[in-house]
């Protein structure tokens, strides 16, 4: 049996492939060649070309036919279209951004989407509504438009080995390594976002082709099991890699050095599992605190080239002069008079002597 596998070098690359060749499978890897990782092994085929064009694509591709495609990168229309008529199954990854809300959750009445948003929430259909958010929809209606059969999941934000530029637990980790002694979060980095380990994000997709029939024509939300809120995340880093500092909570507004390490919204991105675990059985492969920890230890040993755009390197002098500065707001605001009443009173009546049950307890209730 011959796999192809679009993409292979990011984070999942590694796990799929390994899957695949466990199954019996001889693999062919289509990426851009521009880095090559030790984890794939030497008698996996590579295809040099760009498959974010229908020329390339063809021209990478030509002559070629496969009994199974897994295709996590490029761009996939054009290869769902290219492939048509000569793969046996399809198997797709994309975003769960083409979901109406999620590029602007303050577009929706009330702000935010649903928690958790399942497979059926509304999509952005039109370029007017919003370009980015209607080309995942409309990616996601060429692959059915051309492998009927196929599944196709929505990937979330994925932590693991490979990841471009580290990701959020490398910027977060960076800053222990530096001993720095405070991190500062947005609005108490209390929201949630799906984010799933690399492994954990494969092995969802492996299980779509141990189950052709079951996963045919579907679309599937991944992610863990468990989800961390930011503060939560920053929490278990520094339990891993045994550091204490303070957390620094800011209105997001102003907590510029978050950015770095947050999501783009404040508010909740939860995406529901309930259809991969029903339907496909999904049980994470490695639970979240696990996950961190050999997240970590591959970070600390391979920390990401410094210099990547997308990821500029951490300001620290201004980070020190903002928190001082917030800080010193925060005594004055702590030092203003306040006359109202803080205290949290349970609105039933706690009698404390038998009489009170019907002349009234100690608050009169």
Known sequence: MKALVVGGTGPTGPFIVDGLIKRGYDVTIFHRGTHEIPEIPPEVE????????????????????????????????????????????????????????????????PAGLKCPVTEEAPVVESEEEHRVASKLTQAENAVFESHPEAAHFRYPNIYGPHQMG????????????????????????????????????????????????????QIYHCGDEEQLTMHQLVEAIAEAMNYEWEIVN???????????????TPHHQLMDLSKLKNQLGYKDVYPVKEALAKLIEWLVEHPPEPGHPSFPPPDYPSEDRLVAAYKESMERLAAIPWEGSTELVHPYAHPKKKDEETTGDHRNR
């Not at 070629?64 to 199954?89: M, P």
């Not at 580290?166 to 002694?181: A, F, M, S």
């Open 250 to 264: 800011m209105p997001s507004a102003i907590a510029h050095p978050a950015r770095a390490y947050s999501e783009p």
């Open 46 to 109: 590579h295809i040099h070309g760009d498959p974010h064009f229908p020329e390339t694509i063809e021209a990478a591709l030509a002559g070629r036919s496969f009994d199974l495609a897994v295709v996590s990168y490029g761009r996939l229309r054009f290869l769902a279209k290219a492939l048509e008529g000569r793969v046996g199954r399809f198997l797709s990854a994309g975003g769960w951004v083409g979901i109406r809300g999620c590029m602007e959750p303050d577009a929706l009445s």
């Open 166 to 217: 580290g990701g959020r637990e490398w910027q977060i980790v960076r800053r222990i390594l530096d001993e720095r002694p405070y991190i500062v979060l947005a609005d108490g980095g209390l929201s949630l976002c799906t984010h799933g380990y690399a492994a954990n994000v494969a092995h969802a997709t492996l299980l779509a082709v141990d189950q052709p029939e079951a996963s045919a024509g």
